[in-house]
């Protein structure tokens, strides 16, 4: 689960970084400068990808990771009620639905495969 998770982040956080302005429109307005808060954000999911394989890292790298996916939720729900098209992502309820629903489930996902929860395992 953790080189699945870091896979999605490196690969989101180059997105980011090496098209900043592809994402512009779904920046809520509330956001102070958002093309660089983009370039950060692109920088803070490639560190995080890469901490998760650093042990004395990983945990919070998880947990940054989590507070990331929290933080980017109001872009999501931007994205789907605006209908922003930002191709090559369908403009759709089909997507931005579960997309919205499994945002939960990634801050589960960063927690779990950094350590930082072990539910529903329970080691």
Not at 23 to 42: A, Q
Not at 49 to 54: E, K, N, Q, R, V
Not at 101 to 120: K, S, T
């Amino acid at each position: 689960m953790r080189w699945i998770m870091a896979a999605f982040y490196l690969v989101a956080g180059i997105g980011h970084i090496l098209r900043p302005d592809a994402f512009l429109p779904i920046v809520p307005d509330w956001v102070p400068l958002p093309r660089e808060t983009i370039l950060v954000t692109g920088i803070c999911e490639i560190a995080g990808a890469i901490a998760l394989f650093i042990p004395r890292l990983r945990g919070f790298a998880g947990a940054m990771l989590a507070l990331y996916a929290l933080c980017v939720w109001p872009a999501n729900i931007k994205h789907a009620v605006d209908g922003i098209s930002l191709p090559p992502i369908p403009n759709s309820w089909w997507y931005h639905g579960p997309r919205l629903a499994v945002q939960p489930v990634l801050i589960w996902w960063a927690l779990f495969c950094a350590g930082v929860i072990d539910w529903p395992s329970r080691r």
